[in-house]
Nanobody, 122 residues
Framework: QVQLVESGGGLVQAGGSLRLSCAASGRTFNNDAMGWFRQAPGKEREFVAV????????NYANSVKGRFTISRDNAKNTVYLQMHSLKLEDTAVYYC???????????????WGQGTQVTVSS
């Protein structure tokens, strides 16, 4: 269906900003909900944000609400995660994922990228 490649991760100071990108290839991108998840070493994968197929609806984890913004450009087959006011606890590998339905449940996302590392320093 959809192949996803994340980019934009790196090292950033606490309080700083970073924008992640997820480039999608596949005919069904415009019909898929797109989500961001993250996983820190030794911890479970957690939901971060999701956007529906048209980009009109979004949902966020409480831990990032007000700081992160998910968006998409269907003409470019790309989804973004703009992160502001980064905290040490935001350090994780961030994964882009695609689902046929608008959901926050990881099991419903059938396509996943390889992840991009975000490290927030003090």
């Amino acid at each position: 269906q959809v192949q996803l490649v994340e980019s934009g991760g790196g090292l950033v100071q606490a309080g700083g900003s970073l924008r992640l990108s997820c480039a999608a290839s596949g005919r069904t991108f415009n019909n898929d909900a797109m989500g961001w998840f993250r996983q820190a070493p030794g911890k479970e994968r957690e939901f971060v944000a999701v956007i529906n197929s048209t980009g009109l609806n979004t949902n966020y984890a409480n831990s990032v609400k007000g700081r992160f913004t998910i968006s998409r450009d269907n003409a470019k087959n790309t989804v973004y995660l703009q992160m502001h006011s980064l905290k040490l606890e935001d350090t994780a590998v961030y994964y882009c994922a695609a689902a046929r339905s608008y959901t926050v449940i990881a099991d419903y996302f059938g396509s996943w990228g390889q992840g991009t590392q975000v490290t927030v320093s003090s």
